[in-house]
């Protein structure tokens, strides 16, 4: 009776249809969570690699910084409770940026493995030259005997010095210091090396310094010049340009690549000089980051996010098929050829991890529609309604591949498409009455067309 029922309801047949397709999402979430775990663990990979070689690097200064003494007020609670109020005297520090800095970086990308995953390494040769201009320490107000300027350091923060791989010689006023390890004050720069030159009070100086880096991904500056001028080329053709700032001019071939910037003090939220840790300078550092061609996890989301699209539509075209044909198939029949559709996602994340996205794409895609293809040439024993899924499979994965390649018109594209596939849907179906069609015999197949 309950087949009999399923056989002729039309309606009961569209909703359990309905169903089975937002069942199969549960499926499809799984298989996200797969991309999202594999993209993960290719993460973890780049880190391990580029925890040995050098991280991302940013490069801030260089800095002076001038140790002063201050007072401060300090409250002391004895054990009755009394609290007492004292000044105490302190350590505190100025520092002082360049008026112009100028900054040229050469990279030179290297492509190395972990097991199947790309990770992207580069060596550097940067050159950074400016002068220093002390008289602002005047402006701070700060008592002359208390600025201790025998003590006063020059710093440059680099985010990872696991990278350095030649001894820092730093030319300050004409003069070479070797550079050591270590920070005199932390209150600007997290990590770096120092050069302990002798700075006087409203003293202008030059210095140029020569730096040999490893890095990873990534390469960034702090623009802590008055005037800050950066210049960064890699025979790399895919770069992207991060941070606070763009490149005022930027040349970009398959090839390689060359930018430029000038940052001027202007432009950030800091001065050219201060005391104590009062501004945060990292959030105002820009530079480039060396990406792959292709990410294949991401286009792989890409692709996922349009699942539900293609289990309604392919699902659609087989509703369309019954009606058509007066061959009714079996909710499991729809639950193996909805599995189809879920596989072809982790065949295409599997396969492109081992070679090009596209030509993972169309191997997955082609096993997929010769798949459904035959089964679907098996259960309705009819060549009409093979070719006419053979077809509609063909356009289906034709017109996403397309959407992929088209990132920044794929919104327009795919409304434009389904708009289109309605209109044929419509079209198609303008005759039919729907009516009549529960109504027809006795709910059993008719004999399959002729092949």
């Given amino acids: 009776m309950l087949t009999r029922v399923f056989k002729n309801s039309v309606g009961l047949r569209m909703i359990i249809i309905a169903v089975l397709t937002l069942i199969m999402l549960v499926p499809v979430s799984f298989v996200e969570g797969l991309i999202s775990e594999r993209e993960a663990r290719r993460d973890e990979a780049i880190q391990e690699v580029s925890s040995k070689w050098g991280g991302s690097q940013t490069i801030s200064g260089p800095i002076i910084e001038i140790p002063y003494k201050t007072l401060v007020r300090q409250e002391r609670q004895n054990e009755k409770g009394v609290v007492t109020t004292f000044m105490e005297e302190i350590t505190d520090y100025i520092h002082v940026l360049p008026e112009n800095l100028t900054v040229t970086a050469v990279l ?53 010095l696991k990278g350095i791989k030649s001894a820092v010689n730093v030319r300050y006023n004409g003069t070479d210091y070797a550079a050591n390890p270590g920070l005199s004050s932390m209150q600007v720069l997290a990590q770096g090396i120092t050069i302990r030159p002798p700075v006087a009070n409203a003293d202008k100086t030059d210095f140029t310094l020569e730096l040999d880096l490893n890095g990873s991904t990534e390469l960034y500056f702090v623009p802590v010049g008055r005037e800050t001028v950066v210049s960064v080329e890699a025979g790399w053709g895919n770069p ?45 550092g820009f530079g480039v980051k060396l990406i792959p061609g292709i990410d294949e996890y991401q286009k792989t989301m890409r692709t996922a996010k349009y699942a539900i699209m293609f ?128 109504k027809a015999g006795d709910g059993e197949n008719p004999p399959p067309d002729a092949a």
């Fill in 108 to 160: 030179t990308p290297e492509v190395r493995y972990r097991g199947i995953y790309e990770v992207i390494l580069y060596r550097s040769k940067i050159r950074i030259s400016g002068t220093f201009l002390t008289s602002g320490v005047k402006e701070l107000g700060i008592e002359e005997d208390k600025i201790l300027w025998k003590e006063a350091a020059v710093s440059l923060g680099i985010s990872d």
């Fill in 240 to 284: 992207s340009f991060m941070g606070a700032y763009l490149p005022e001019t930027r040349e970009v071939t398959p090839q390689k690549f060359k930018a430029s910037w000038k940052i001027l003090h202007l432009n950030r939220n800091y001065p050219q000089v201060w005391v104590s840790n009062t501004y945060v300078i990292k959030e105002s």
């Fill in 311 to 438: 289990l309604a539509l392919t699902f659609l075209a087989f509703f369309m098929v019954e009606v058509l044909t007066r061959r009714v198939i079996h909710p499991i029949q729809y639950v193996l050829i909805g599995l189809a559709l879920v596989i072809f996602y982790t065949l295409l994340l599997s396969i492109s991890e081992q070679m090009n996205f596209n030509r993972a794409y169309w191997l997955a895609s082609i096993a997929t529609i010769a798949l459904i293809t035959l089964y679907t040439r098996s259960v309705l024993a009819n060549n009409l309604a093979t070719v006419i899924i053979f077809g509609i499979l063909t356009v289906l994965y034709g017109f996403l591949f397309i959407i992929l390649q088209l990132q920044d018109y794929a919104l327009l594209l795919g409304s434009v498409g389904l708009f289109v596939i309605l209109a044929v849907v419509m079209y198609v179906t303008r005759n039919i009455d729907w009516f009549a069609i529960g």
